[in-house]
């Protein structure tokens, strides 16, 4: 069930702004922990999954990679189970240790105190966002949640996001994503809204995708900074 607290009641200092966030390698470097549990569930199916390859399915919501990998590698449990053996294994990895983006955080907690309605749009199960939210203490800031469980289609379709505007009651043009996939990127220029990239995977910054975020910062999180993307927003609503 999609979960969301409170709606516009005004305007922040960036006007209508909205924000929406992806979770995975955006707010939470969460990839390595769900290469080792991906790993770990088709090395019993006889696969040798490396990282070169995982890195040709970030940003594809969970479902839809172990739809392709069931018929990849010839997997006969059905999506469901294999969804639930995936997130049992990657939630063991998570609450022990899920590192935050030091500026995402703060970039968080700025937009926060400024009362710039915020919303988490990822492509992982609810039961994962909402470990990770908790056991990093984003939950705090980030209370609105849309899983791509929850949506008729993942991105790249811009369902997640749209789901998201409708909680917090915002219109698609005025929210901007943050991202660091391009099938999320994709996603959110076919919702209407904008977006600030920070590519995860260096070689994916040419990416087509990224070519039409308001701000793409090529060196990722390396690159990224809350002073960056606040001063985007700035000028995205400056008279």
Same mark, same amino acid.
């Not at 999954?49 to 392709?68: D, P």
């Not at 937009?111 to 199960?125: I, N, Q």
């Given at each position: ?8 009641? %005004? ?8 924000? !929406?966030?992806? *979770?995975?390698?955006? *707010? ?14 088709? =090395?019993? &199916? ?10 040709? /399915?970030? %940003? ?12 990849? /590698?010839? !997997? %006969?449990?059905?999506?469901?189970? *294999? ?6 294994? /990657?939630?063991? +990895?998570?609450?022990?240790?899920? &590192? ?14 400024? %009362? ?20 990093? #203490? +984003?939950?705090? &800031? ?22 998201? $505007?409708?909680? !917090? @009651? ?13 099938? @999320?990127?994709?996603?959110? &220029?076919? =919702? #209407?809204?904008?977006?600030?990239? !920070?590519? /995860? ?18 060196? #990722? ?7 960056? $993307? ?5 000028? *995205?609503?400056?008279?």
């Amino acid at each position: 069930m999609i979960c969301g607290f409170g709606m516009l009641e %005004g305007m922040s200092i960036f006007g209508r702004t909205s924000v !929406i966030f992806d *979770l995975d390698g955006t *707010l939470v470097d969460s990839e390595p922990n769900y290469y080792a549990a991906q790993r770990e569930m088709l =090395a019993e &199916h006889g696969v040798d999954y490396t990282w070169a390859e995982n890195e040709q /399915y970030v %940003g594809i919501s969970t479902q839809e990679t172990l739809a392709i990998w069931k018929d990849r /590698y010839g !997997i %006969g449990e059905p999506v469901d189970e *294999l969804l639930a053996d995936l997130d049992r294994r /990657y939630l063991a +990895l998570a609450r022990a240790e899920t &590192h935050v983006f030091p500026e995402m955080r703060k970039f968080v907690e700025q937009l926060h105190g400024a %009362g710039v309605p915020m919303a988490v749009a990822s492509g992982s199960s609810r039961a994962a966002i909402e470990a990770i939210l908790s056991g990093t #203490g +984003l939950d705090a &800031h980030l209370t609105t949640v849309v899983s791509a469980d929850e949506v008729a289609h993942g991105k790249p379709a811009p369902d997640v996001f749209l789901a998201a $505007a409708a909680l !917090i @009651g915002a219109d698609p043009a005025d929210c901007v994503v943050m991202e660091d996939a391009a099938p @999320g990127a994709t996603a959110a &220029h076919a =919702a #209407g809204m904008r977006c600030i990239a !920070i590519p /995860y995977v260096a070689a994916h910054a040419d990416a087509p995708a990224f070519a039409s975020a308001g701000l793409l910062l090529r060196g #990722g999180q390396a690159e990224f900074t809350a002073q960056a $993307a606040w001063d985007h927003l700035a000028a *995205l609503t400056r008279p």
